[in-house]
Nanobody, 126 residues
Framework: QVYLVESGGGSVQAGGSLRLSCAAFGYTYSIYWMGWFRQAPGKQREGVAAISTGDGSTYYADSVKGRFTISQDNAKNTMYLQMNGLKPDDTAMYYC???????????????????WGQGTQVTVSS
């Protein structure tokens, strides 16, 4: 069993920055992939970024490339999402997710991930 706890959300003005954290507890040694997803009101949950815990490979949605950076601190069992140049369109509930499989499918597929956090709200005002 793995438990994921997000933190770091908040309200910022457009152009501002936030850093989200996702702390993992439990059988964390078995996690191969971790990802960040977001869901805005009335919209489907979408992939934002993902990272392979083994080799550190990273993947991003086109909408956040060059603005967001995903990283991990294995010693702390924590994943981060540094968000710069925030836009009102980035407003959403942000979730972290964990996958125990090496080849579980596309990084942005919700079905790939077995464990999810409760989410942290990010609000960007214009």
């Amino acid at each position: 069993q793995v438990y994921l706890v997000e933190s770091g959300g908040g309200s910022v003005q457009a152009g501002g920055s936030l850093r989200l954290s996702c702390a993992a507890f439990g059988y964390t040694y078995s996690i191969y992939w971790m990802g960040w997803f977001r869901q805005a009101p009335g919209k489907q949950r979408e992939g934002v970024a993902a990272i392979s815990t083994g080799d550190g490979s990273t993947y991003y949605a086109d909408s956040v490339k060059g603005r967001f950076t995903i990283s991990q601190d294995n010693a702390k069992n924590t994943m981060y999402l540094q968000m710069n140049g925030l836009k009102p369109d980035d407003t959403a509930m942000y979730y972290c997710a964990a996958d125990f499989r090496v080849n579980g499918g596309a990084w942005f597929s919700l079905a790939r991930y077995q464990y999810w956090g409760q989410g942290t709200q990010v609000t960007v005002s214009s």
